[in-house]
């Protein structure tokens, strides 16, 4: 089977669905723009020739080789997010998607259509300028001749980090889908929350009637605590002061403190982590520190754009430490091995780290679902022959 399992990976990042896809599968091409992020990548892809590092606007059809059975695209999310500006599939970062597709379409006009399309980002997609993005989504993949389907998946169920995504799964419609990898929807469930369920209840019915409810297991139950991943004489940042931990703790609602006090009192040893994030209290926008000692952490995100960086607090008794993550323990939550080179840079590391897919999620989709649907192409397409 290896050797047969082609992909391409678009918005490549630091290779990380690619990790996930794992040993099974031949990366024929992969493009970002970013050199940093090539320079994670090709760290851990010695073979990585195939990576192109260019604006996806300015690539060309001809220089993307061979006939790849799925197209991974895990396009950039600013614009969809909740956090971000709402300028959705029309503006600039989260509008990359369209060259993306032009190639994509270019292709299939030189006979090389790719038979699994992936598109991954964050569930803001679904409301995205109520709605209308991720229809327009659809509609290109539904009008080239794409069964489209969706999950969502919350990384939490594979390692300690809440970060729900989107997943799109489409598979061209000239190819049979095995019975077992679709089913009747039947309610709301963990992989079809109440949030799709409803967009998709207002989708056109051309989208409906070309739509597939992905049938995945449920998932083992997860075996790593956030304790598990952090480490006690971290590389790369520094405890910091006492100064500093109090201002963190001056940031804090009556309601941050109390957790604070109870992890205090639990008489063993508490890791959790803090975000600092803008409130409005009383019509006043505040900054405030807000903590959680749930075992899980929150969302990675990149160092730009005004976001903060996650700060780990270690609670024993009376002492309180606080620190930055470290880029290794953000590497952990994003479920990569140790063996996996990280950038020297804090910046670049985390940026890296806060733009990718968790590694476990992309597994766990090639294991239940995009492995079974590449083997049925190939054995139809064997058939043919």
Known sequence: MSGDLTFYEFFAGGGLARTGLGKHWTCLFANDISPKKAQAYRGNFSHS??????????????TIPGNALLAWASFPCQDLSLAGNGGGLGAARSGVFWPFWMLITRMAEEGREIPIIVLENVIGLLSSNKGKDFQELLTVLVTAGYHPGAVVIDAAHFVPQSRQRLFIIAIKNNFPVPDQLIKPLNGATIWQPHGLIETYSRLPSFIKNTWLWWNLPYPPKRSIQLRDIIEMEPTGVKWHSEAET???????????????????????????????????????????????????????????????????????????RSRLLSVREAARLMGLPDSYRIPESYNEGYHVMGDAVVVPVVAWLEKNLLQPLALSILDEVKELV
């Open 246 to 320: 109090h201002y963190i703790l001056s940031l804090m609602s009556p309601i941050n403190l109390a957790k604070v006090k109870q992890a205090q009192n639990s008489g063993s040893l508490e890791v959790g982590t803090v975000y600092k994030r803008i409130r409005v209290e009383a019509g006043i926008k505040q900054q405030r520190a807000e903590v959680r000692f749930d075992g899980i952490s929150g969302c990675l995100r990149t160092p730009t754009g005004g976001s903060s960086r996650q700060i780990i607090f270690i609670i024993e008794g009376s002492s309180i």
């Open 49 to 62: 020739s195939e990576l192109l590092v260019e604006d996806i606007r300015t690539v060309d059809p001809h």
